[in-house]
């Protein structure tokens, strides 16, 4: 899942610099970072369905100009009812969020985090 959901980020907001966790020192912006939430699987009262899972994903986007940050935005957003028939088969919006890193004197980083729901397989 982990790298299927990172080539199809890389291709809908059509920048290389896409990573999980940290992004390597130094790399320059636009970035966008992606990180685990939750992956609890899915459940029923005889146990864990093996093959249906449902992650929780935050796509981190950073970015030292606002307007090209809110077009990236839109072009993850994009994601947003994929269907797929791959691994993943959907990805849903769950959350959206704005915020801003002030901490390198004269400069502000944006970053807009968003969640997904991404509906996987781990059938081999």
């Known amino acids: 899942m982990e790298i299927e959901l990172r080539q199809i980020i ?5 920048i290389a610099n ?3 966790g940290m992004s ?14 939750s992956d609890p699987g899915e459940h029923t009262m005889q146990g864990r369905i093996k093959s249906a899972r449902q992650a929780v ?4 986007i950073w970015h030292t100009d606002i307007a090209q940050a809110m077009q990236l935005r839109k072009l993850v957003l994009s994601l947003d009812g994929y269907v797929g028939e791959g691994l993943i088969s959907n ?3 769950n959350a959206s969020r704005y915020s801003e890193d ?13 969640d997904f729901r991404v509906y996987y397989s781990d059938a081999e």
């Not at 390597?24 to 939430?37: T, V, Y």
């Not at 002030?102 to 968003?114: D, E, F, H, P, Q």
């Open 10 to 14: 890389k291709t809908a907001s059509g």
């Open 18 to 20: 896409v990573n999980w």
């Open 24 to 37: 390597p020192a130094n790399s320059a912006f636009p970035k966008i970072n992606l990180h685990l939430i």
């Open 57 to 60: 994903i935050q796509v981190d």
């Open 91 to 93: 990805i849903l919006l």
């Open 102 to 114: 002030t901490t390198a004197v004269g400069n502000i980083v944006y970053r807009y985090s968003l």
